[in-house]
């Protein structure tokens, strides 16, 4: 595997494969010094043409833990304000030499381009509203862990509540939960829907209530507030009685389901119960995992491949 | 100690404490590769909601000269801008793994509120009018170097000049010299004084001129220019008039006295001589020291605690 | 050598040293792991008063692969902005402990200004329309090994084409590749030479056509869209017609013949020609190169000397 563009790009396997990997990056991130040398000498450049502080920040954590040198290139100061094209900065970023850019942006199939112009491994950290994979295999790693299910996903019922026409993140996260074998339902008003579900491995409703007994997991996406003007939207209070999480609908939740939240939340929209309260809420854990499925990744395409050495993770960084 | 907020939390065994362990700190960064292992892993994040490069890039160099990781988040480009709640965007990047925040705030008490949402350490960089104690700290050691003052500060007469009222710096200050012995004068004009001294261990007056021969610190304040439009000064050139350093005043200091400044000066304004030609003036010792002592205090928070061990700060870091 | 300020401090065997040297930094950046420890511990600060990623992403890679400490200072967050006058802030970030200054500043000689105020070395990484010294050395290096003329460029021909007037970088290489042996042929409209050539070891033409056939390296200059605001070009479709780089005049170029641009490109304007499809093109290679020759220079300034030493590139900086 050279890059990391899309979920629809690995097989089950795959994502087995690199859940386990993770497994030994969480183990590190426990140790005294967190730091191991895989990459050493190796050089992870962020290109984020769309501001994500979150996202860039786990990217950097992560190639840091692996010993990894990171650099920066939020797009305003770049030299694309010059006149420069998309293609002659990458070429130039990449002739000094880099092993791997984490690319966000604003199209979708922006990574995919980029693959063209580098000899450098390209990883998607969100394309329009196309994909967002490590997203998917931080939410996966997630729930086979607070879930206990290893060996997949079969029997699970997991509902995805939201804006699903403008997310990236629904997009991965249904071919990833359906991979490991989760039945997942897609819950929102028909507008925030995208027009046509052909292909998609889903069941649809409206009725968030009827659902919720019955839920493995809640992913609960983020609501954006320009889907209003967009006239998709009447209120976000409507939205919020309609498909927000409340104290009484968390309360008719099983005992052992998850809440789930990409970030940044809209509280007092889609989540109008407070996380903190919530003994299903595993967002904090999300985050946490997210540094780890990426050092998963980096060390996947960077380093001695999929297969783990004994040596691969022993000692620091020192 | 898990948090650095305010001079009130130390006692003057602590203080001296601290500036014993700055004393190491400017051994290591006087080495030819001035470096160390102590913080190897350790993640210190910086988080300023008010911009200053200069206390920013202390605690930077202080972080990296003990080997610790370092990230920046500037509250412009965070999720803040998203609508995120200050306290989701806390839980969210202490989530990654952060054993440290640096946070400057606009607000008095920010940084004493976030300590409620994370386990990492805070240290206060600055709040509102607040406190900045790590500036205290480094004038401290700044006096106690020059005047070769290690057991106190006893006799040592000390006036602070200029924007006391809005100063976080001689609200630390006061408090910090008045623990270690020291007497102190406020100088300023009525409008730039709090409507309040009660509780504050010092004296007033209004007359720089009557004071200078007797001191042995001269600290001044920066006069913020805003100041003029609240209608709390008249005129700056009033303003220099009556409490500026001139060469004329300079003169008429005694000979070993001190003259310092927090940065940064206004020249023209408070400081009307060149420091450069004052032989009192440590303003840029200041700087040199807040390093050492930003080392110091991280590595108390963070590394094997109060007590150094003789192997803390052996070899380099690599 | 303590600073690099100007190609014109610089004896023609000093640039050969620098050329020798970046021979051996080729070889540090192709290893497994391209990571020295030459200058551990080392602070290398990039002071940008003008935007310019590309200049800057270089010399923090070479200082990285050097091991050395990084800071960047983009003007527009320090606190030059609080009314600081530029000594106090070189002397200030100074103070913090600092071995090298990159300074980039839209006013020629501004770096040599900054030699007054600090210890640390300075680097100039543009000045205005004065120099920029480590482009001039990464071209040589370049034309050195694209056409295996290690001892020097007697005989060979270089044509430098475009707005002259305002440029840095054609400063710059006129003296290197003079000081190295080259004839130096300029190509431009008269109104974007300078007024006077006096002293130059140049020949002038406005004929690029009949030229072409005869040279061993064509060097384009970035043409700034607002020159014609200023009225010295009539419309960049004219000066397109005149000196761009089209594919016709391509084809008349002699087979080993360069083509060389400091970038970032004006496709369809300076360059019409896809350069990815010239066989003459080492644009490429000029930013490769360019990590390089900046390690060479870090190392010159701040690492054992010119000299090398044997053990000063030897192992992985772990």
Known sequence: MKHLLSIEDLSAAQIHHLL???????????RPIPKVPALRGKNVVSLFF??????????????????????????????VNKGESLRDTIETISA??????????KSSGAPQMVTRWTN????????????HPTQALLDCFTIRTSLNRRDGFDGLHIAIVGDIKHSRVARSDVQAFAAL??????????????????????????????????????????????????????SLDEYSAMYGLTPARAARMAPHALVMHP?????????????????????????????????AVLFWLLGSGADLKSSDLKGDAS
Not at 96 to 105: K, L, P, T
Not at 120 to 131: C, E, K, L
Not at 214 to 220: K, M, Q, S, T
Request: hydrophobic share 40%; charged share 20%; no cysteine.
């Open 20 to 30: 386990e990997l993770t497994d030994h990056m969480v183990e590190v991130s426990s």
């Open 50 to 79: 769309e501001d994500s502080t979150r996202t860039r920040t786990s990217f950097d954590t992560a190639a840091k833990r692996l010993s990894a040198d990171t650099m920066n290139f939020a797009i305003s100061s770049s030299s």
């Open 96 to 105: 000094m030499g880099v092993d791997a850019f984490v690319v966000r942006h």
């Open 120 to 131: 450098a491994s390209i990883i998607n950290a969100g394309d329009g509203w196309h994909q």
């Open 181 to 234: 074998g989760a039945r997942v339902t897609l819950v929102a008003p028909p507008t925030l829907l995208p027009p046509s579900l052909d292909g998609w491995p889903v069941e649809v409703s409206h009725d968030l209530d009827a659902l919720l007994p019955h839920l493995d997991v809640l992913y609960l996406l983020r609501v954006q507030r320009e889907r209003m003007d967009d006239a998709l939207l009447p």
């Open 263 to 295: 970030g940044p939340m809209n509280r007092g929209v889609e989540m109008v119960a407070d996380p903190g309260e919530l003994p299903g809420s595993v967002i904090l854990n999300q985050v946490t995992n997210g540094v780890a499925v990426r050092m």
